[in-house]
């Protein structure tokens, strides 16, 4: 397989791309800043134009003293240089952040992952290269670590720390400092292969991920051992491969839920561009051996868009998991309207329980609760059995973000949530596990529309209907996340 990037084949092309590129993104940057007034909640996505953050956080309530250790975030930050808007929030550059919690006290850090893509506009003072959706073409792109934002997550294993996107290598950072130490290749010839931003470390400390190659119809399967090094490699034919952002492992499985979407590349198209979603065709379900990389089966369902799911197990021939899945790609566009400003009606996202029969390839679903994205489970029930899936929840406010969290029993359907409110903006929360050993925190960081400012926000996992339990405000704003995870000291 040609290990080139394949944002390369979609978007390079030459430099006449440059004037549309700066016609569009003028009037991204005009049409965001005329909606501000109109609605606030689109501040949260103004960008960042420092280097780096820092600062105490003010604390309200008593923060919980075992909860001691660093929560690492990471989400695009960088949306405009000169004057030119991106037009896609998946575009921004990276910024890592990390929430320092000792002894009661809260302190925050954020940096640039300072990308070779990063390094090298900045000192152009401009965009140079092509994004997730937005065609940029002022040089030209070698491979796929040339256009690595390093913007989706970041991940503590084997004693290193990762800043992950999902089109290339992930980005190795110094711990102590968030300072970039730059790619980890973990063989010469899989260099700037995609590595996705969703690995999933199992209980016994192997990191699984995968990376996609869409238009080439290739999947490609890593296996990352304890020590940190390369366990196995593998790589699979997949017709129709568009992009996928997240999978599940269970104790014999690699699971990937494959959205229907055509790809029609062509000059100056962009990543998000060649996909062209099509909901006469299946949402597939690859169920794959994780022990030797084989395609066991390609179960069909319904049409259905998703970014994520929660976690998944399997019993004899059945697996069970839970995702977050819309109705169409409608989510995904409405990520870009936000850009310029402009919001639309997109389908709503349900965590649903979807169990698999993987010897007749048939699959059932059910909705748990409507209005929901970013699951996430304790980190030792990865790959397991598991009771309970924390989730964020939509209300009302219109445009970007959610604006609660809530826990759900996988078996009983019950539902636990706290709604922030109308005028917050609310990132993934994750679970941290007690001390005791028996339930768990629940962490996350909010935006507050009115006053401007980030908080972060302890729950006790079980009780999530009454409140924080403590709250530590920022004296400013941190650009929004994605996803992190929470590193115990």
Not at 257 to 286: C, E, I, K, Q
Not at 370 to 398: I, K
Not at 481 to 486: A, K, Q, T, V
Request: hydrophobic letters at 40%; proline letters at 5%.
């Amino acid at each position: 397989m040609e290990r080139r990037d394949f944002l390369r084949g979609l978007a390079a092309g030459g430099v006449l791309a440059a004037l549309p590129a700066w016609a569009r993104a003028d009037a991204t940057t005009d049409g965001y800043r005329a909606s501000l007034p109109a609605r606030p909640r689109l501040a949260a996505i103004g960008g960042c134009t420092a280097e780096r953050l820092g600062g105490v956080a003010a604390i309200d309530g008593r923060w919980p003293a075992e909860l001691r250790g660093t929560f690492y975030r990471n989400g695009p930050a960088r949306f405009e240089l000169a004057g030119e808007r991106y037009r896609h929030w998946f575009d921004g550059d990276g910024m890592v952040h990390a929430w320092h919690l000792d002894a009661g006290s809260v302190r925050h850090e954020a940096r640039f992952v300072r990308t070779r893509k990063y390094v090298e506009e900045s000192a152009a003072g401009r965009f140079l290269y092509p994004a997730f959706d937005t065609d940029i073409s002022r040089r030209p792109v070698g491979n796929n670590d040339t256009v690595n934002t390093a913007n989706t997550n970041v991940v503590r294993h084997a004693g290193r720390l990762y800043a992950l996107w999902e089109g290339g290598s992930a980005t190795e950072l110094d711990s102590a400092d968030l300072g970039t130490r730059g790619v980890r290749t973990w063989r010469d010839d899989l260099a700037a292969m995609p590595f996705s931003a969703h690995p999933r470390i199992t209980s016994d400390g192997v990191m699984w991920n995968f990376g996609v190659v869409p238009g080439a119809g290739k999947l490609l399967l890593w296996r990352i051992d304890a020590d940190g090094s390369l366990g196995k490699f593998g790589m699979l034919d997949v017709p129709h491969l568009p992009m996928v952002h997240d999978f599940v492992v269970t104790a014999r499985y690699m699971v990937f839920l494959v959205p229907p979407f055509d790809m029609r590349s062509g000059p100056h198209t962009t990543y998000l561009g060649a996909h062209t979603w099509n909901g006469n065709r299946p949402l597939r379900v690859l169920v794959i051996d994780r022990a030797d990389f084989t395609l066991r089966r390609i179960v069909e369902m319904p049409a259905g868009m998703l970014f994520h799911l929660g976690n998944g197990w399997d019993e004899g021939d059945t697996i069970r998991l839970d995702a977050c899945i819309a109705a169409d790609d409608s989510p995904l566009q409405a990520l870009g309207d936000i850009m310029r400003g402009e919001t639309r009606q997109a389908a709503d996202t349900h965590t649903v329980l979807i169990r698999i029969d993987v010897a007749k390839g048939t699959a059932h679903s059910e909705t748990l609760l409507a209005g929901t994205e970013f699951p996430r489970v304790l980190p030792l029930d990865v790959g397991s059995r598991y009771r309970h899936v924390f989730v964020t929840t939509r209300g009302d406010a219109e445009g970007i973000g959610n604006t609660g969290v809530a826990r759900v029993d996988v078996d009983s359907g019950r539902v636990d949530r706290y709604d922030y409110g109308q005028a917050w903006v609310v990132e993934e929360h994750v679970p941290v596990p007690k001390a005791a050993g028996k339930g768990q925190w629940l962490v996350g960081a909010a935006y507050d529309v009115r006053r401007r400012e980030t908080v972060l926000a302890a729950f006790d996992g079980a009780r999530l209907s009454d409140g924080p339990v403590a709250r530590a405000r920022l004296p400013y704003a941190a650009p929004l996340c994605f996803h992190g995870n929470f590193v115990a000291t």
